[in-house]
């Protein structure tokens, strides 16, 4: 658009009101297309929306493959003694366990009553090393002189062993001398086992007797964990026994005896099946946001007549209440205890679900799973609709070239009004300017007349 031209007003006449009058009034074909536009951009979000909800209830139908009612689920008559899980290769079954011991960590610790102060001076001499997995690591003193510097040593130069210093609250010395250095394996198993060699001095004192390290042989011995299973001998290094009983994992607690059963898991299978009805039900309230018919006079909501979003509503409430043949004894969703309702939602009754299954669990399977099944049924019709190059996608694609072309129009007739405002203020600046010659003349003639009046 050119640079406005204020025009004078000398001539009482304001032509720039006139001109925005004009303008406004050729505007109109602008506003019009802006307001077809809009509309057609709240109706591709909607479309994007409409894709969303099918494509949940797609998901959480593909959830309900042959996989989901393979799940086991295994349990303990004893969870004090030990607690069980299955895994993908557990069989049905039930299994005695015999729990003889449970594994441990080496610990070795000082003597009582030896250190009342953990940062003085303790050593000034001598040699420190342990041995475990076969190797001998010789623990570098060097600056090392209080019970707290060798605790740091040995933790920072090896990791197998695990030193650290505690109070075990002894108040029988003054000052008390309740500090003791302890060493534990980090793992535990009789392969963890380490030996220590303690050679530390102070002031010439004997090797070894600053410190006075032990293994205690009833509680501090590192040891394997001890079982049967149905009468069969098992090892295990960890209290989590995994791998020596196929398809179980096994934690060890305390000695004692429990059973373990393994039996189909269906609360996987349920929830799945919930969440089947929940995407539909989700689907279902936006359709009625979309259906509803308006009585205050406002436009009615973007899909409210799509023809697309119409059929894809009726085509998946009629594969839901359908047959099915998929060569088993269920046929549809209410024999299984899902029903579509007045209400247009779905609806789950978990009793007669458990029923189904009690009876004819493998039938319940292939209504879903099989070929020919609900989940192939569902999945095949809505990924005609959200599918890379579906249906909703063609709308979509269309939809925006709409919108596209609409930009195209809007550009075009704003700059043909920049064009005709331009013109509007020359053609109207050339009027102001005549007009104010004319009055110039006329007031020109007028004095004339006066001047050569005769009487």
Known sequence: MSTPITLSGFNNIDFKSIINLIMQAENEKVTRVQSDQTKQQTKLTSYGTFAGNLASVQSAFKALTSTTFESLAASSSDETVLTAS?????????YS??????????VTISA?????DITATLIDGGSFSIAQHGTTTDIDLTGVHSLTELRDAINSQQTGVKASIINDGSTSDVPPRPFRLVLASTQTGAAEAFTINDQTTLNGTGAGTILNLSTDGTNGTARDAALTFNGIQIQSSTNIVSGAIPGLSIKLLKPGSAAVSVDSDDSSL???VKAAVNAFNAFNDYVQSQSKITTDGSARPPLATDPLFRGANRQLRSALISDVVSGGSIHNLAEIGVRLERSGKLTFDE???DAALDSNRADVESFFSKSGGLVERINGLLDSYVGAGGAIDIVKTNTQRTIDSYTTRIQALQAQLALRED???KQFSAADTA?????????????LTNQYRLF
């Open 86 to 94: 299955a895994t993908s290769s557990s069989t049905k079954g039930s």
């Open 97 to 106: 366990i015999e729990v003889q011991n449970l594994a441990r960590a080496q």
């Open 112 to 116: 009582v009553r030896q250190f009342s």
């Open 270 to 272: 349920k929830e799945k």
């Open 351 to 353: 009793s007669d679900f």
């Open 423 to 425: 013109t509007l203020s």
């Open 435 to 447: 007009i104010s010659q004319l009055n110039s003349q006329a007031n020109a003639l007028g004095g």
